[in-house]
């Protein structure tokens, strides 16, 4: 559960399901591929969703201080806390 | 006092006798709108396949006329048993995600439940959405702070004003345990549907496919239970 390809599957099966991307763009999001402000789908709603669910999923809790913008700029943003979350 | 306008009921009803009833307990607040499209073609295929669909509105959602403000679990879970108690012949409660919080008085020959969810987890999205909002918006706000303040006074997230009750009611509600009952969830295996998540997507979307399954897996139940 916590290796670094699963929780990657993970993220990017979430991104798909609630973006509605579709497993191609699903697979194709890089490190670089912006997110919030980038994708119309991914608004306030979007994001409290995602957060929801990553805590669900991939079984960690999230802090409100915890979640500044950065985070969701990017994938390897989100990736690379999801990844720092699971090992904590 | 003037007398509530009754709810819009949405049925679907194949041209014979119908086997059984089957009463559709929609998703809680947006979720209910990103699944509805699915859900009413599962009752297509369910009349298609003899039996009766009802999709009500609860008060306070879809078309209601109630304001969501004055509107708690606890009335919607009564207006359910009500809605129930109007149906004549065989009956089986279908609920989805936040419906199966509110599912368990109603009387019924059988209960189904697809993907349930806790309250507190409905309520930490909403939360989080207004918080992402007020983000957006240069205002300060934490689930904390947004929790205090709706212990006296409706709050509005997420485009819905909900009275301290409902947030108190939301925050500790859990499926009941009722018999007979099946739980399905979305993936592979017995116990799972294959489909998408339509109630988390951004935009609205369909899936003709699980609703088929849906559909399929109510009936195959209603089976089970010796219903029809």
């Not at chain 2, 806790?118 to 957006?136: I, N, Q």
Request: charged content about 20%.
């Amino acid at each position: 559960m916590t290796e670094p390809d699963t929780v990657d599957a993970t993220l990017r099966a979430l991104l798909a399901d609630v973006l509605g991307l579709g497993e191609d763009r699903a697979a194709a999001l890089t490190d670089n591929s912006g997110l919030f402000g980038a994708l119309p789908e991914f608004d306030s709603m979007a994001v409290a969703t995602v957060l929801t669910e990553m805590e669900d999923r991939l079984g960690i809790l999230i802090d409100d201080d915890e979640i500044d913008g950065e985070i969701f700029e990017t994938y390897g943003n989100l990736l690379a806390f999801s990844l720092r979350k699971v090992t904590d | 006092m003037a007398m509530p306008t009754p709810e819009h009921i949405l049925r679907i009803t194949p041209t014979r006798t119908p086997r059984a009833t089957i009463l559709f307990v929609p998703p809680l607040f947006e979720e209910a709108n990103r699944s509805r499209r699915t859900l009413v073609l599962a009752m297509r295929a369910l009349a298609a396949d003899g039996f009766a669909a009802q999709l009500p509105d609860l008060p306070g959602q879809n078309e209601s006329l109630v304001p969501l403000a004055e509107v708690d679990l606890a009335r919607w879970q009564d207006a359910l048993t009500k809605t129930a108690a109007a149906i004549d012949g065989p009956l089986i409660v279908a609920s989805l995600r936040g419906g199966t919080l509110i599912d368990h008085s109603a009387n019924a020959a059988a209960r189904w439940r697809l993907a349930p969810v806790s309250g507190a987890s409905l309520l930490r999205t909403l939360m989080r959405a207004r918080v992402a909002a007020d983000r957006e918006a240069r205002l300060t706000s934490s689930l904390d702070s947004l929790q205090a303040n709706a212990v006296t006074a409706p709050l509005l997230i997420a485009g819905n004003l909900l009275s301290p009750a409902m947030m108190a009611q939301l925050g500790s509600a859990e499926a009941r345990p009722v018999a007979p009952l099946r739980t399905v969830t979305l993936g592979s295996g017995a116990e799972a549907i294959a489909g998408t998540p339509l109630w988390l997507r951004a935009e609205p979307g369909e899936d003709a496919a699980m609703a088929a399954a849906i559909a399929a897996d109510i009936a195959a139940w209603s089976q089970t239970c010796g219903i029809s």
